[in-house]
């Protein structure tokens, strides 16, 4: 039974591009969430996504948007990227139906912009 | 205040001892919390999670919640050099937000 798998794992970028990073849940989970970790913090919450549709937002500028398709796999796009956007992405799922909140994360994708 | 706070470390322990790691939270209507694990350059892995005031115990790992004060902790006994990693506290506020986390707590355990 496949993990949550993200990709790419790593990449770079330079300033003003745009990036589009990964997700599938794992199987029997439906809800995803993303996180950013900069070096050295915890996870800061950016949005979490159910049915297709943003559920909740963290205090993130609209340069970071998502998508939920049908089979529950997400996609995170960052755009005018910023030096301060390199960061470890990190995405979790929750199983379906899970009233405790538990998440279960990615490998996670190491964006670097230069 | 941030909403959650833990001691950045680095926490050294001997082989064999407990290690003691300590969260607090300052809403008070956080209802669950978590404890992962992550080592360097790897992604978080929940170690278990905490619902109800008092202990909770798994295997060699102890989650202590005291929601009158605020505070979640963790106890690792008979630590081994393997649990040397980064120890995240998170906490969810109600029945459907999402998990909020501290900076985590740097262990290191000694052999």
């Known amino acids: 039974d496949a993990g949550v798998t993200q990709s790419p794992t790593h990449l770079i970028k330079t300033r003003g591009q745009q990036v589009t990073l990964r997700c599938s849940p794992k199987s029997g989970h439906d809800t995803v969430s993303w996180y950013q970790q900069a070096l050295g913090q915890g996870p800061q919450f950016i949005f979490q996504y159910y049915e297709e549709e943003e559920r909740q937002r963290g205090n993130f500028p609209d340069r970071f948007s998502g998508h939920q398709f049908p089979n529950y796999s997400s996609e995170l796009n960052v755009n005018a990227l910023l030096l301060g956007d390199s960061a470890l992405y990190l995405c979790a799922s929750r199983p379906r139906g899970a009233n405790t909140g538990e998440l279960f994360f990615g490998e996670g994708s190491r964006l670097t912009v230069l | 205040q941030k909403e959650v706070e833990q001691n950045s470390g680095p926490l050294s322990v001997p082989e064999g001892a407990i290690a003691s790691l300590n969260c607090t939270y300052s809403d008070r209507g956080s209802q669950s919390f978590f404890w992962y694990r992550q080592y360097s350059g790897k992604s978080p892995e929940l170690i278990m999670f905490?619902?109800?005031?008092g202990d909770k115990e798994d295997g060699r790992f102890t989650a202590q919640l005291n929601k009158a004060s605020q505070y979640v902790s963790l106890l690792i006994r008979d630590s081994q050099p393997s649990d040397s990693a980064t120890y995240l506290c998170?906490?969810?506020?109600?029945?459907?937000?999402?998990?909020?986390f501290g900076k985590g707590t740097k262990l290191s355990v000694k052999p």
């Open positions: 998170a906490v969810r506020r109600g029945s459907q937000g999402n998990l909020i």
């Open positions: 905490i619902y109800s005031n």
